[in-house]
């Protein structure tokens, strides 16, 4: 009688502990979001997907022709340092274009494919994500799979009158950082159409983790992610990064900032 009561508390015990983990917080789910939002594209089908990141410091040009600049600029260097602050990777801002690697352009819808033009190349190549998306993010990288140069490029009229221009802020800079997907299957996240995310999720903080961790390298494919994965997902565990995302991923966050 007291053996089975010993095993069914435990039983409980086990059932209760289950149910606190939220869905993100587990190891298989945490590995398939970042497969998805890592190593997919959205607007172009990839045969053979790579990872792709940053290994240098990014050098971060801003411009704004639509009033409000101070503004924009001061979001935009808000979020680029929490994203320093999750990843580690260096995001400064330069005045010269010729230093700079990212080009963060702010703008007026009627203006949109002069700056695609300026700064990303012919329209008609991106034609599908024009007509589709409310901000524009692209980037390039080299033979090793090491991004060299990312372009955004937000609507400041028509992401404001479709209640996106923080989300625009927050997802593509993140987005060109390495994790260029967008997936309804990937809760709670910024890189889900659906969510009313605005700002970083506690995800979205394990994916930048992730990312960056030591354990992946840029080039690696499917497989060779997956398999380097069960590490990364250990160094998480160990820096009690999964266990405390939520808290941990509001630190310096834009949404701390503006007290939302």
């Not at 045969?47 to 639509?66: G, N």
């Not at 955004?152 to 993140?174: G, M, N, Q, S, W």
């Not at 497989?223 to 069960?230: D, L, N, S, V, Y």
Request: proline share 5%; net charge negative.
């Amino acid at each position: 009688m007291i053996r089975s009561s010993i095993l069914c508390f435990l039983t409980i015990f086990a059932s209760s502990f289950a149910l606190g983990e939220e869905r993100w917080q587990n190891d298989a789910y945490i590995q398939e979001s970042f497969v998805k939002i890592a190593l997919e594209r959205e607007y172009k089908e990839t045969k053979y997907p790579m990872l792709i990141r940053w290994t240098t410091p990014v050098k971060l040009f801003f411009e704004s022709d639509t009033g409000d600049a101070s503004l924009q600029k001061e979001l935009l260097s808000v979020h680029a340092q929490h994203l320093t602050h999750i990843t580690g990777l260096p995001i400064d801002f330069t005045n010269d274009p010729k230093q700079a690697n990212m080009f963060v352009i702010f703008t007026k819808y009627d203006n949109l494919e002069n700056k695609v033009r300026q700064y990303i190349g012919d329209p008609e190549k991106i034609r599908t994500a024009l007509n589709e998306a409310i901000c524009l993010g692209n980037f390039r990288h080299n033979r090793n799979y090491e991004i060299t140069k990312g372009s955004i490029i937000i609507p400041v009229d028509y992401a404001r009158a479709k209640a996106r221009f923080l989300d625009c802020i927050v997802e593509e800079i993140t987005q060109l950082l390495g994790l260029p997907n967008d997936s309804n299957e990937v809760f709670p996240s910024i890189f889900n159409d659906v969510s009313i995310d605005s700002y970083l999720s506690p995800l979205d903080y394990l994916l930048l983790k992730a990312l960056y961790s030591p354990h992946l390298q840029p080039g690696m494919d499917v497989t060779q992610t997956r398999a380097a994965f069960p590490k990364v997902l250990a160094e998480l565990h160990a820096n009690k990064d999964i266990e405390n995302a939520a808290q941990r991923v509001q630190k310096h966050s834009l949404k701390t900032y503006l007290g939302d």
